[in-house]
């Protein structure tokens, strides 16, 4: 599995996304590549926002080797699962696979693995105090559970069959 978090200036979500996830792919011993990238390049090749560091530290989870990045359209070639973390971020992920004649990536709401169907967005928390970034980590948390238990179980199938 190849999957791919995607926010807007991937300093906030994503990267909480990505780490909370990586966190759960070593401890399950699973060989997942898990990444993720922004929507645009204002804050590229730096670190993670320092609230969302401080949040998973308090939570164990160390992102500092994380830098930002823009998505590029070879990612919806490479990745086999994009997650957005809101409908404005789908969207533009979707304008960008519409540019290419194929692709491979799955693309999705990442609060769909925890609410299906509901499209929730995770809230942009950049312009806001610390509880958000507290309230994203406990949304992604779940959301990273579901991804996990999800696709173990696809994988287990593929496995077995
Ligand atoms: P993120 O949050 O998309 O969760 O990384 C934001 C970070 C920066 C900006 C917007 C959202 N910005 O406008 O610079």
Known sequence: MRIL????GNICRSPLAEGILKDKVKKAGLEWEVDSAGIGDWHAGELPDQRSIAIARRFGIDI????ARQIRKEDLLDFDLILAMDDSNLRQVHLLAKQLSQTKAQVDMIMNYSEPGK??????????????????????????????ERHQQSEKRIANS
């Open 5 to 8: 978090m995607v926010c807007l």
């Open 119 to 148: 499209n929730r967005a995770v809230p942009d928390p950049y312009y806001g105090g610390i509880d958000g970034f507290e309230k994203v980590f406990y949304m992604l948390d779940e959301a990273t559970d579901r991804i996990l």
């Open 64 to 67: 500092t080797d994380q830098r």
